[in-house]
């Protein structure tokens, strides 16, 4: 097998053995033998177990930077677009439910995010990209959501951090709620789906 093809397996391997179990409680052998090779070759590939979750977090990031809108949008330079979308508040909404999706349907960020919710007491690291992934970078977007739609008079002017915790946190209760019982994603994506439009009833102007 190929020394690449190799590593991934190992990755992915480990991903799993992460996301159910947790780092700590993970041994080399488990990861070997998840993949059908000896420890030894194991070690050809990563240095030691350490080196395998640097690996994935880097790859968690990455996706993460390519995939994710609360990482990549920038809503001044959204602003500043000549040709920029209208950003109505159905629009909004399906941007909104589409994110919501991808989070839960991804195979690898539906894992890493289950793995951080599990390390983020054990490990600092992972407890930096936990705070990360889930409150400031899903903060961050909001905040600037609302106030995109209060200077283009879709909203009306109040405390935009404070509409943005409105909107956003409760979501991230109901995906977190999908995790754990994922048979119910359908009954949260209506909820959601009503949420959004209840925020817009009440601060629209």
């Known amino acids: 097998m190929e020394r690449g093809n ?10 799993d053995l992460f996301s159910v179990q947790g780092f700590e409680a993970t041994s080399i052998s488990q990861i070997a033998n998840a993949v059908g090779i000896r420890k030894a070759s ?48 159905d629009a909004a909404a399906q941007m ?6 991808y989070i839960l349907h991804d195979p690898h960020i539906s894992k890493a995010r289950k793995m951080l919710a ?3 007491f054990r490990n600092a690291e ?4 936990q705070t990360k992934q889930n409150y400031a970078d899903v903060m961050r977007y909001f905040t600037g959501l609302v106030k995109h739609l209060i200077r283009n008079g879709i909203l009306t002017d109040d405390d935009p951090e404070i509409m943005a915790a409105q909107l956003c946190l409760p979501i991230s209760t109901w995906i ?9 994603e359908q009954e949260v994506m209506e909820v959601v789906s009503r949420h959004i439009q209840q925020f817009f009833r009440v601060y629209q102007k």
Request: with cysteine.
């Open 176 to 184: 977190n709620l999908c995790d754990r019982e994922p048979d119910r």
């Open 126 to 129: 992972l407890a930096k990209l």
């Open 118 to 120: 599990m390390e983020q």
């Open 42 to 89: 194991l070690y050809s590939h990563f240095e030691n177990k350490q080196a395998i979750l640097d690996a994935l977090v880097k790859d968690v990031l990455d996706q993460y930077a390519e995939h994710s809108i609360f990482e990549k949008t920038d809503w001044d330079e959204y602003d500043n677009s000549e040709d920029k979308p209208a950003l109505t508040p």
């Open 96 to 101: 909104i439910l589409g994110q919501i999706r």
């Open 6 to 15: 190799t590593k991934q397996e190992i990755l992915e391997a480990s991903l």
